[in-house]
Each structure stands twice: as structure tokens, then as C-alpha cells.
């Protein structure tokens, strides 16, 4: 196994990870731009690309992107993603005090942190955790979706959105013909006639996910239209108070908590960088000795941000490669790649894919290793991304989105239309509240959880079976409950507080 895996470590690989690392800072410095961003629209790259290569570029997207949002938070206060919110609290701060490279340099040694602990934690948890799930008939998989799926719901800022949001999903995935060997009747659905020569086979996932994540970020961008901040937007990049490791001295319990917290809101499907940040945080101002000093430009603030969504990485591929539910929006546009190869991840990709899985782990550790020593190292430098007119970047995006998914399936023409159309359709979603993450997983897990559903019903021929098949079920249904026992409590309280500000 081991000579397997060191022959899949080629110099492409190993150029492939750093260079992903590179364009995913671009992309996660520049407010606006997301890492799922970088990786749906960098996704057709990977066409030519072995599949170990192609991961190496994508999770080097993925690492990048997500720590390349603290150059703008702490620079202009404006966060590159939306995990780096917290970031602006403390290390924008510290930028007016002329400590921004400090800030920065603390900001990416933390993200390093975060992203190891997220390496270990997913190489040791993934494994036993899909030991588990092999074990799972269709009542337990149907389950385990219904699961992901009420949990999304339950955290979104709406659960009503929420739930349509993934149910709508769910239906977009069904669209084409019921194929016969998953139990079907061969007839095509939810279409009209007209349509039938184009959505036979239902839309394809790699179009919808780049129109999703790729087009429709850019037509939001593109109608906030270009403002006078944007074209003077001038770095602060002062390093009078310059950046020492003593400023570690008494953080690793933060670093360690901050770490555990977004991984392991990095497992919940659908969650996002930006709860684990928020959480991260609001944690280490409950626990520091002087919380009046969090929020006027504190180290620690920085530390539990940064380290908490590099956690993410890792934690949001636990329950992908174990269970083949993306843990977040970024992960869901990873099984693109997969897809591109042909494999499914469940909980059989681990054992019978063990020197892709060794080899993803190997990618994971050197994308945080290039993130640290490029960003470290060249921070002053890659501070100027974020000054990049949008103007010029936009059409480049756009016309690589465009060539994309016409070239994905070697070339049809209506993968370039449902690339417009979800683009639109994610543009309209993001104006009427419908959340683009509950609807991209129930997308991708839709035609799986009616296939379980279907089998399970065959099997077994009751309803009932759902509830009584395993104490596993039984457990599945209990936290099914409290997930949406907790979105109702959280509705409600949400309420109460709105009507609490009213009257005051």
C-alpha cells in the first residue's frame, strides 16, 4: 500500500497542491469571492486531471480559499468569506493600531493550527465512522439523509426557507426518467414533453453546481455594481508593532477549543464556516479574563476566528468521505470531482479506494504546510490581490465558467443553459431568501434518498420499518427530533427577542 501511495505522489501532485493553495488565496482574499467559488469554477480543470491530482488542486483550493478571506477582514474590516466574519472584530483593530502584518501573521499560524488539528481529527474519526455506516441497510442511509436534511433546516437563518430550500432541491434532482434498475418505471417526470431530448437523464450536477456557486456570485457582485470604496480601497499593511511567537504564549487552550469547535460544526451538514467562527469566538470572550478587551483588537479574537474555520476543512469532510454527505457547500461541489471519475463516496469509498483515501490525507497536510509558508512568507505581497479592480476579474471568471461546462461532458451545448439558468435561478434564490446550501444538498442526495426510500418499502413492505428496524434507526429518529426540536425552540426565541426590541 505504501508503494501505491508514494507512486501517486507525482511532481504534478505535488505542484498541483501549492498552486491550488495560490489561486484559493485569490479567490478567499477577494470580498465576494468564496472558496466554493474557487473550486466550482476551477472543477473542469480537473477533467484531464488524474483523480489524486484532481483532489490535489481542489483540496489546495479549498485550504486556500478559506484562509485567504482574512486578508481583507483584517486589512479593510470587509470579510473575504463569510467564515472570516469574526476576524474583522479584533483584527481590523489591529490594523488602526499599525499592527496589521502582526494581525495577519497571527491569522494565518492559527489557520495552520486549525487545519492540522481538522487533518488528524478527520484521518482517525473517517475510517471508524464509515466501519459504522458499511453496517447500514436502506432504512439507516434513508435515515441518515432525512437526518443531514432536517439538520440543514434547522440551521438556516429561516427554517421554513429552510426546509423548501432542501425539498426543492430534492425535486430538481428527480427531474428525467425513472430509471428501471434503481426500481423505476423507465417513463421520464416532472417535465413537459418538450423537454425530454435535453433532461432525459435530468439536469447535470457539475453545470448546476458551477452556475450555483460561480455564475450566481458573480451577476450578486455585478449588481452591487462597482462603488468609490472599491476603486480607493488602499492597504493598511503597517508593521510598526511587529508579529512574535510569544503572542501564542497562553492560547493553546483557546487554539485547541477554537480547533474542536469548527470541526466539529465543520461534520454538521450544511452548517458553514461562519457559525463555527461565531461560535469559536463568543467562547473564548466567555472564558478570557478581561472579555471587555475582545473586539478592540486582541490576538486572542484572531486566534479562535481563524483557527476555528480552517477546523472547518477537515470536519466537512468527515461525513462526506464516510457517509457521502457533504458537510458543507464547498465539500458538496468536491464530489464534482469525484463524479468527473466516475466514483461514488459512501461508506464503501475508504476500504475500496484506501490509496486515494491515504493520498487525499497527504494532499490535506501539504495544502495547510504551502498555505502557512506562502502566506507567512509573502503576505505583503499577496495583501495587493484584494486591490484587483473587479472589472477585470469578472469577464475571466465568467468565460472560464462559460468554457467549463461546455467542455465537462465533452461538449454539449445545453450544459452551457443550465449554467445560465441555475446561475439565474441561484441570483433569484438569493433575493427571495431560498438558502442555496440546503438546496445544492438536497440536489446531490435527492435521487439516493429516494432510491433507499423505494428499496427499504420494497424489502420490507411497511411503513413502520423506518421506526423498527435497528435501535440505530431508533437513535437516527431520536436525533431527527432533536434537531428539529431545537429549530423550533430556535424559532421561537428568535421571535420573542424580535417582539422584546419592538417594544422597547
Not at 487545519?115 to 471508524?128: E, K, N
Request: proline share 4%; net charge negative; aromatic share 12%.
Amino acid at each position: 500500500m505504501i508503494h501505491t501511495v508514494l507512486a501517486d505522489i507525482t511532481p504534478t501532485f505535488l505542484i498541483l497542491i501549492p498552486l491550488g493553495v495560490f489561486i484559493g488565496i485569490f479567490f478567499g482574499a477577494i470580498p465576494g469571492m468564496t472558496a466554493t467559488m474557487a473550486v466550482a469554477v476551477c472543477l473542469p480543470l480537473t477533467y484531464s486531471l488524474s483523480l489524486n491530482e484532481g483532489l490535489a488542486l481542489l483540496l489546495g483550493l479549498y485550504v486556500g480559499g478559506i484562509s485567504g478571506g482574512l486578508v481583507p477582514a483584517i486589512l479593510l474590516n470587509i470579510p473575504g468569506t463569510p467564515s472570516s466574519i469574526t476576524t474583522t472584530f479584533d483584527g481590523y483593530p489591529m490594523t488602526l493600531k499599525g499592527e496589521g502584518e502582526k494581525a495577519l501573521k497571527v491569522g494565518i499560524a492559527s489557520s495552520l493550527f486549525g487545519g492540522v488539528f481538522s487533518m488528524i481529527i478527520l484521518f482517525f474519526f473517517a475510517p471508524a465512522l464509515a466501519d459504522v455506516a458499511i453496517k447500514f441497510s436502506y432504512v439507516e442511509k434513508f435515515l441518515i439523509i432525512f437526518l443531514a436534511l432536517t439538520v440543514i433546516a434547522s440551521l438556516s437563518s429561516n427554517i421554513l426557507f429552510g426546509v423548501f430550500s432542501g425539498a426543492l432541491g430534492v425535486l430538481l434532482s428527480l427531474i428525467g426518467t425513472y430509471d428501471i434498475s434503481v426500481g423505476g418505471n423507465g417513463e421520464t417526470r416532472l417535465m413537459f414533453d418538450f423537454m425530454v431530448p435535453y433532461l432525459e437523464e435530468g439536469f447535470s450536477l457539475l453545470p448546476v453546481l458551477i452556475g450555483l456557486f460561480g455564475l450566481a456570485t458573480i451577476f450578486e457582485e455585478a449588481a452591487k455594481g462597482i462603488t468609490e470604496e472599491d476603486l480607493s480601497a488602499d492597504l493598511n499593511l503597517s508593521n510598526k508593532v511587529r508579529f512574535s511567537w510569544t503572542v501564542f504564549k497562553g492560547q493553546f487552550i483557546n487554539l485547541f477549543r477554537s480547533s474542536a469547535i469548527g470541526t466539529f460544526v465543520g461534520m454538521l451538514p450544511g452548517v458553514g464556516g461562519s457559525a463555527a467562527s461565531v461560535l469559536a469566538y463568543t467562547q473564548q470572550k466567555n472564558f478570557c479574563k478581561e472579555p471587555e478587551k475582545m473586539g478592540t483588537g486582541e490576538p486572542s479574537g484572531v486566534i479562535a476566528s481563524e483557527s476555528s474555520n480552517n477546523g472547518l476543512t477537515g470536519g466537512a469532510l468527515i461525513p462526506l468521505l464516510s457517509l457521502g454527505i457533504p458537510g458543507d457547500s464547498t465539500t458538496a461541489v468536491l464530489i464534482g470531482a469525484f463524479t468527473l471519475q466516475g466514483i461514488q463516496v459512501g461508506p464503501l469509498f475508504i476500504g475500496d479506494h484506501l490509496d486515494t483515501w491515504y493520498t487525499m490525507v497527504i494532499a490535506l497536510a501539504i495544502a495547510n504546510i504551502a498555505m502557512f509558508l506562502i502566506m507567512f512568507f509573502a503576505i505583503k505581497h499577496i495583501a495587493k490581490v484584494i486591490t484587483v479592480p473587479k472589472y477585470i476579474l469578472f469577464p475571466i471568471i465568467i468565460m472560464m465558467c462559460v468554457v467549463g461546462a461546455y467542455a465537462i461532458n465533452y461538449g454539449i451545448m445545453f450544459d452551457v443553459w443550465t449554467l445560465l439558468i441555475f446561475g439565474l435561478f441561484g441570483y433569484f434564490c438569493s433575493k427571495v431568501g431560498i438558502e442555496v446550501a440546503p438546496l445544492i444538498i438536497g440536489f446531490i442526495l435527492g435521487k439516493s434518498a429516494e432510491i433507499y426510500f423505494v428499496k427499504s418499502l420494497e424489502s420490507f413492505g411497511t411503513l413502520t420499518i423506518f421506526f423498527t428496524k435497528s435501535p440505530i434507526a431508533m437513535f437516527l429518529w431520536v436525533l431527527i427530533f432533536i434537531s428539529l426540536g431545537y429549530s423550533i425552540y430556535s424559532m421561537v426565541k428568535t421571535h420573542q427577542k424580535k417582539q422584546e426590541d419592538a417594544q422597547k
